[in-house]
């Protein structure tokens, strides 16, 4: 057998897939280089100096909710085909589904708990089974569903955390009362010390960090889950509708691409920039920040990635015929082995068991480690899919959800 795809996958999806893998450790790098908290604000670990400020704002324009979303948006389609196509062979789709998600799962938990407290997977796991029972809705039907229950749960966000967002303006504008002033302070030194805490964690020995980390794995998952429904089940719901409507297949004209990457960008991207300008000169007061972007941000989040996912279809066609698109797709169908490979890179360069830098590297320098992780995923995953059939972790999950041993390597 040839190195080439299986005649039965998506190019575009493929495509797409890699972008999102790449870009979502456009974010995810704070996390690693700091911890959790450093994700809120630049200056939590030590001052930020101009290029770190500006690399954060640029990172909340460009990447921030958008790759996590256009991750998210392509789970649902990919959920949705791979029931159809189970289906079409005349198994029951949506039962082995449901067990691929349960293995799912188990990745998600162990990658939580040996490499990085940041995992996705779990997320996905625990909330796919509910959006897989509403796949019979109609295209119509989801996408109403999802823009109703995103537009309540932001707005709901919204107007619980308005009340922190006016007192952090106060602050900076010297208006706030003693009390307000107090309290906002206050919150400010709890993240404060709560991230330089994260950060002496990570700088610890293995099996010092995994002891620490294993008490909170045990509930963070859920609480992740709890404060992400209803973004992650929208845009769920929303992939699955893009799927049905062929967005991904050719079955839209360009015109209409077109048209939604033009209206999503003359919506978003002011909201972005203004929200953007309000951090960047404000200092990214973190006591605001995580309330922003849970709330206010969010219609900025999801139109942008809907601009991100309709240009990146509008360039695929274009882009496969170059090796880096070949590169690309390969990165895409090797996406679930490329977010954890990345997650042990990343680790091993910031973490006390690896080279030690957490907290020694601002927001302008993780941009080096960023193009490190891209530079790995790109090299690596077209030669590995010229000897083997799938990602080593994709082997691994597909043969656990067939309850056998699959064939690996290719008949060259």
Request: net charge positive; proline share 5%; hydrophobic share 55%.
């Amino acid at each position: 057998m040839s190195g080439s795809a299986a005649p039965d996958r998506i190019a575009a999806l493929d495509l797409v897939r890699g972008i999102a893998v790449l870009g979502i450790l456009t974010i995810n790098i704070a996390g690693f280089a700091g911890g959790p908290s450093a994700t809120l604000s630049p200056g939590l670990l030590g001052p930020a100096s101009p290029a770190d400020g500006l690399a954060f704002a640029a990172g909340l324009v460009l990447f921030e909710g958008k790759m996590r979303g256009l991750f998210t948006l392509l789970f649902g389609a990919s959920m949705l085909l791979f029931v159809d196509r189970r289906d079409g062979a005349g198994a029951d789709g949506g039962t082995v589904q449901l067990r691929r998600l349960g293995w799912l799962l188990l990745i998600g938990y162990a990658h939580q708990l040996l490499l990085w407290s940041g995992d996705i997977l779990m997320l996905y796991a625990l909330l796919a089974p509910f959006v897989l029972a509403l796949r019979h809705l109609s295209v119509r039907q989801l996408v109403a569903l999802a823009l109703s229950g995103f537009a309540l749960w932001h707005g709901a966000f919204a107007l619980a955390g308005w009340s922190s967002l006016t007192a952090a303006e106060a602050v900076h504008a010297g208006t706030a009362d003693p009390a307000t002033r107090a309290a906002v302070l206050g919150q400010f030194a709890a993240i404060s010390a709560e991230a330089h805490n994260q950060a002496e964690v990570l700088r610890q020995p293995y099996w010092t960090m995994l002891t620490e980390r294993f008490t909170d794995t045990l509930y963070r998952p859920f609480q992740v889950t709890l404060l992400s429904i209803g973004e992650t089940v929208p845009m769920m719901m929303l992939g699955m509708a893009l799927y049905r409507s062929g967005f991904f297949t050719g079955g839209w004209p360009r015109a209409r691409l077109w048209q939604l990457a033009g209206v999503s960008l003359a919506i978003g991207l002011p909201l972005a920039l203004v929200q953007a300008w309000w951090s960047w000169s404000r200092g990214f007061p973190p006591e605001a920040m995580f309330e922003l972007l849970i709330g206010p941000a969010g219609p900025q989040h999801l139109v942008l990635t809907l601009a991100w996912a309709a240009l990146l279809v509008l360039a695929a066609l274009a882009l496969l015929r170059t090796r880096l698109g070949e590169r690309l797709r390969a990165a895409g169908r090797m996406a679930l082995s490329n977010y954890l490979l990345t997650s042990a890179v990343m680790a091993f360069c910031f973490f006390g068991w690896g080279l030690g830098l957490v907290g020694r590297v601002g927001a302008a320098q993780q941009w080096w480690f960023v193009l490190l992780g891209w530079a790995v995923m790109l090299a690596w995953s077209k030669p590995w899919l010229g000897r083997f059939r799938q990602g080593p972790v994709e082997w691994l999950w597909r043969s656990l959800t067939e309850g056998k041993r699959l064939p690996f390597k290719r008949l060259l």
